[in-house]
């Protein structure tokens, strides 16, 4: 069962989300302390998903920092990183690693088909 990561500080979104990755099989990694950089990824460092999905826009960090941390640790190069935003950013997050991107607001199965398309199922 592939685990799944979600950072997402919107409360609403973030429980839809781990709703429908559990609904589709996923085992959910709950991030619910968003507001330090160093906690997010020492908790996936511990964590160890398949896949993040990276809202880019956070209130305490911007996303695109976060991505840009991962990338920079070795640890990190088989986390699948997709990133999602209000705004179109794809070619900003491509540019810093993410492996794909998804555009607010999007429909769930277009959330599903990108995630078993990073995850090559």
Known sequence: MPKVAI??????MLSLLQTLMEFEGFKVVHL???DS???VVETLRREKPDLLILDVYLDQYDGIELLRSLRSDQ???TIRILASSGRELSRECSQEGADGFIMKPYMPQELIDNIHYLLGN
């Open 7 to 12: 950072v997402e500080d919107d409360k609403t």
């Open 32 to 34: 619910d302390r968003l």
């Open 37 to 39: 950089l160093d906690w």
């Open 75 to 77: 640890e990190f190069d």
